[in-house]
């Protein structure tokens, strides 16, 4: 089995930073791809960001461009997703996503991300 779980979410003032982890506990598998998602209430789910497996390429939403960075982690912490400059339209339940080499994918539960004016 395979189980992702996000943490680092929380509530933050506009302006500030937070930065989310993806950690990973079980069977181990080859990555191809991580990426990050979220969901505001009432919204659709929406791409965020994106890194391959060796960290050399990133993709990032228009967004959340010059805001956020993802990074590569290790076989534990999977990848972090580092929120700067927070808005008020960030609030959301951020997802990670990982795409095993054989293009299974896996979820975790969310972390919620709060930010307040």
């Known amino acids: 089995q395979v189980r992702l779980v996000e943490s680092g979410g929380g509530l933050v003032q506009a302006g500030g930073s937070l930065r989310l982890s993806c950690a990973a506990s079980g069977r181990t598998f080859s990555i191809n791809t991580i990426r990050w998602f979220r969901q505001a209430p009432g919204k659709e789910r929406e791409f965020v960001a994106a890194?391959?497996?060796?960290?050399?390429?990133?993709t990032y939403a228009d967004s959340v461009k010059g805001r956020f960075a993802i990074s590569r982690g290790d076989v534990e912490n999977l990848a972090y997703l580092q929120m700067n400059n927070l808005k008020l339209e960030d609030t959301a339940v951020y997802y990670c996503a990982v795409r095993s080499a054989t293009m299974d994918d896996y979820w975790g539960q969310g972390t919620q991300v709060t930010v307040s004016s």
């Open positions: 890194v391959s497996d060796t960290g050399s390429t990133t």
